[in-house]
């Protein structure tokens, strides 16, 4: 142990001083009695001296003053020092990059440890931070050693920044101003090689003795976008190789922060890459707008998804049997679109039916004219058509007498062309023409294909030709070399009709074997769904970011706007930090693992020290100080105890301990008090419950949604409701809880006691909540009953059809806005949960007893994710698609589900009031 301030050590001489003040305490009033002559006896002249003080209050007190002596001392425990060797100044380099984020606490401790052991030994510092900018300045140059009190405050003040490292700008700066020779350099690496390591290392090295610190088992792992064409993946993760292998979690978030999914990933030993992929709907894909790793902060481990990464809605319509050949019409078009959109197929009458925003018509299937008039209404509200070419076309003799706006509009909306036709086909090469194949020319700046390359070995061998209209240079996004359309299209109302002047297999053209025809396909689809891509010269400006720890926020001052054609080449900086740039109709994302080149271990740049082990000084002068004002205050109570009387002999304190011990014990409230504690809280206050599943994740959501929907009670409502409990039928008293949610899982499992248990439940007065979290129940009919749930479906519909046998489950009927759980306290229409749209289902009305309330609510809409809170209040699950609106939706039919389960039907009730108050008043 050390002493910072030493020489308050001298008032420790004062001891002796203390204890002759202290030692004398004016004497306690004697109880006599009164008899006069014992009176008389004592009138003696006597000195009356001031009694002593007890000998243990002397040493309390004696014990109170050397601790503040102490405290003031400032006394320190040294720790376990890095050996920093050397004398003179300490230069400190810290990589303070997006990659040290995951371990910064770490970095943190180390970094102070070295600090303080610079100030005790009074060296001063130099700090050194590779990530961040440092300034050319003489006075301000980050060589300049300072005093180590100052570099501990800028530390404790330290973040790791949102881009990475910049070594060669430490060698640059090191050049304009050479550093003095330092006694030692201590360098706290991340690992990890970059641009101008060698010049980093021998500028590390003219400073004087380097030693660089490493943390072995820090995570290093960095999100960047999937790679290849076809790819089904949603991001890549890419780290440095491990012996071992690692579990990682991997966490699908909303813009609000909301949980949409996690995926659990395991990386092989040695293993430096892995693809994460989500088998999600599309409605739950395209919420999508953050991916995070579980557990690791930090930007580089955090990656954004903009409007061009959603899938989209795409139908496919099919022809018959030909499709489903390899070189059918739809082949090379479900290879194109089913890495990047959600493919619907069928007939165009039955896609109509969908809710699609592109319908994709090969060659021959849109000649019913009642499709193509139905098709023509779809247009006109907003759909996008893409059609293809072939020998069905070819064979449609277009008549153009007249070229004028009003008949071209009657063709679209009739045969769905965008531009008149000329009849039959062009052949271009072969054995019976003399031209040859065309190539592809460059996309004009009008046309949504404007930037994707042509490849030179793309080319027609046969197509359809447009009728040489005036306009036709208006309806154009694609040509070949020779001026003939290849892609043309019209508007429709609010829709767009857009042709293919080629057939959508290999037979006319090598269009669909290129990587373009992809390209192409995608800028068609992202501007049907309101997606512009923006011009390659165009500037975005920053509109969200992520700092040093990944967590979103809005711009920093010193954000810049950028290209729009150097997303995928700029590394992210100061100027172009991680995040959004651009309204929300062109947003492109700039992640902080995009342009980061691949991951290499860096060479050490001097000796390795292991920094664990190590621990820094513990100061005790806090310790000390709170200790003397704990041992005052006690002293004071005690010395007022002393003069007020009491006996302080131990006999009398134990025998006043053991009275009171006795009045306690024999009180009644004693009684009561032992009593309470054997009741169950739930017999205390009202709860509700939830049926545990034996899947963590499951429970825990069940338990924060009825925490949540509790909450949500108390804040709206007269009821109080306590924490919910977890129970498990057959073995906990079900008799306390009104309502117990239901969790149904597809291994769900129930024993003869467990259904006994439900069924007295729901005999006395229960509610059953049951909720197959998003398994649809559309297949439920208005007369079902618990026989009707005996089948073997999959997955969770077939768990709540086994789980319900047995249980007294009266006919069934879906619920709507007049049912009473509609109106108990909120005036619902409809009752989301985190799905929208999904039926409820009640006991039909009349069929149930206890006066007709339902004994069971059984849906599928998942309402404890919509309900749940976690540990600070928030929200940690999307609701979908509504958002917000849909959750508060989703609380208001939770406290209209308790209510309803804590006061029965007294709603249906009031509905005779007026015809009571009729007949009171006739009487």
Not at 42 to 65: F, H
Not at 445 to 471: C, M
């Amino acid at each position: 142990m050390i002493f910072l301030a030493p020489l308050a050590l001298c008032g420790l001489l004062t001891l002796p001083l203390v204890w002759w003040l202290l030692r004398a305490t004016p004497p306690r009033p004697r109880q006599m009695r009164f008899p006069p002559l014992q009176i008389l006896r004592t009138l003696r002249p006597t000195e009356n001296d001031a009694a002593k003080s007890p000998l243990w209050l002397l040493i309390l007190r004696l014990l109170a003053v050397s601790l503040l002596i102490l405290g003031l001392s400032q006394p320190v425990i040294t720790g376990t020092p890095l050996p920093v060797s050397g004398n003179g100044a300490i230069a400190l380099v810290i990589d303070n990059g997006m990659l040290t984020a995951p371990d910064w606490s770490k970095r943190l401790r180390t970094a102070l440890n070295i600090v303080d052991n610079a100030a005790l030994t009074r060296r001063q510092v130099s700090l050194i931070l590779t990530a961040t900018s440092n300034t050319a300045d003489t006075a301000t140059s980050p060589f300049t050693p300072r005093p180590a009190e100052t570099v501990r405050r800028t530390l404790t003040q330290l973040r790791p920044v949102p881009w990475g490292v910049r070594r060669a700008e430490i060698a640059k700066l090191s050049k304009i101003h050479p550093p003095g020779h330092f006694g030692t350099v201590i360098y706290l690496s991340d690992g990890v090689a970059s641009e101008g390591d060698a010049a980093f290392a021998q500028a590390l090295q003219t400073m004087g003795p380097v030693r660089e610190i490493r943390f072995p088992d820090a995570p290093v792992y960095v999100l960047k976008p999937a790679t290849g064409a076809h790819n089904t993946a949603i991001a890549q993760l890419v780290t440095l190789p491990a012996p071992h292998p690692r579990q990682i979690t991997v966490r699908l978030h909303t813009q609000e922060g909301g949980t949409l999914a996690t995926i659990p990933l395991t990386l092989p030993a040695s293993a430096t890459q892995a693809d994460i992929s989500a088998s999600l709907p599309s409605a739950v894909m395209n919420r999508i707008d953050r991916i995070t790793l579980n557990g690791l902060p930090g930007a580089a481990s955090a990656f954004l998804l903009d409007e061009g990464d959603r899938m989209h809605p795409v139908g496919l319509i099919t022809s018959g049997a030909s499709d489903t050949r390899l070189t059918g019409p739809l082949f090379y078009l479900r290879r194109a679109l089913s890495p990047t959109a959600e493919l619907h197929e069928g007939t165009g009458a039955s896609l109509l039916q969908q809710s699609l925003s592109v319908i994709i018509a090969p060659d021959g299937t849109l000649s019913d004219p009642a499709v193509r008039h139905t098709m023509a209404k779809w247009i006109e509200q907003g759909g996008t058509l893409i059609r293809f070419a072939g020998p069905t076309l070819a064979g449609h003799n277009q008549e153009n007498a007249q070229n004028t706006e009003a008949a071209r509009t009657a063709d679209a909306a009739t045969d769905l062309l965008p531009v008149p036709l000329l009849s039959g086909a062009r052949q271009l090469g072969g054995t019976m023409t003399w031209g040859t194949p065309q190539k592809l020319a460059a996309f004009d700046t009008t046309s949504p294909f404007h930037g994707l390359q042509v490849p030179a070995d793309v080319t027609v061998s046969r197509q359809i030709l447009a009728s040489p209209v005036a306009d036709l240079s208006s309806h154009n996004w694609a040509r070949l070399q020779d001026g003939t359309p290849l892609v043309t299209y019209t508007t429709l109302g609010k829709g767009t009709i857009i042709l293919f002047h080629v057939s959508s297999t290999a037979d006319w053209s090598s269009l669909p074997l290129s990587g373009l025809f992809v390209s192409m396909l995608q800028r068609l689809i992202d501007q049907a769904n309101g997606v512009s891509a923006p011009a390659d010269n165009s500037l975005l400006a920053p509109v969200l970011t992520l700092d040093g720890d990944g967590v979103p926020g809005l711009p920093p001052p010193e954000a810049r706007s950028l290209r729009a054609d150097a997303f995928t080449s700029t590394p992210v900086s100061e100027q172009h930090p991680p995040g959004l740039y651009g309204p929300k109709s062109m947003r492109l994302a700039l992640n902080a693992g995009t342009a980061l080149p691949a991951l290499k271990a860096e060479k050490p740049a001097g000796p390795l020290l292991d920094p664990s082990g190590h621990r820094p000084d513990t100061h005790l002068a806090g310790f000390c100080l709170a200790g003397a004002l704990i041992l005052l205050c006690l002293d004071t109570m005690l010395t007022l105890l002393l003069r007020s009387g009491f006996p302080g002999t131990k006999r009398s304190v134990k025998s006043g301990a053991s009275l009171l011990a006795c009045f306690i014990m024999l009180s009644p409230s004693a009684r009561a008090q032992e009593a309470m504690q054997n009741t169950p809280p739930a017999a205390l206050e009202t709860r509700l419950a939830y049926i545990i599943t034996g899947h963590k994740e499951v429970d825990d959501v069940s338990r924060q949604g009825l925490q949540g929907l509790s909450d949500y009670t108390n804040a709206r409502t007269s009821a109080r409701l306590g924490s919910p409990d977890g129970v498990i039928p057959g073995k906990s008293d079900l008799s306390y809880y009104p309502m117990i949610y239901w969790p149904v899982t597809a291994d769900a499992q129930v024993t003869p006691a467990q259904t006994a248990a439900l069924t007295s439940f729901m005999a006395h007065g229960g509610i059953l909540f049951i909720d197959t979290q998003g398994q649809d129940m559309n297949d439920q009919s208005a007369g079902s009953s618990s026989e009707n749930f005996a089948g073997d479906a999959p997955g969770t519909a077939a768990a709540l059809r086994r789980v319900t046998i047995g249980l007294p489950i009266p006919p069934l009927t879906e619920m709507t806005d007049h049912h009473l759980l509609a109106h108990t306290f909120y005036l619902l229409h409809e009752f989301p949960g985190r799905y929208a749209g999904q039926p409820v289902w009640v006991t039909r009305e009349g069929e149930a007893e206890n006066d007709d309330v339902s004994p069971v609510i059984i849906g599928s809409a998942d309402w404890a994710h919509a309900w749940a809170v976690d540990d600070t209040g928030n929200s940690p699950y999307a609701v979908i698609p509504q958002g917000a609106a849909q959750r508060k939706t989703a609380y208001r039919f939770g406290v209209n589900a308790v209510i309803y389960a804590l006061t029965g039907n007294y709603k249906a009730d009031q509905l005779h009031v007026p015809a009571l108050l009729k007949r009171l008043g006739g009487e």
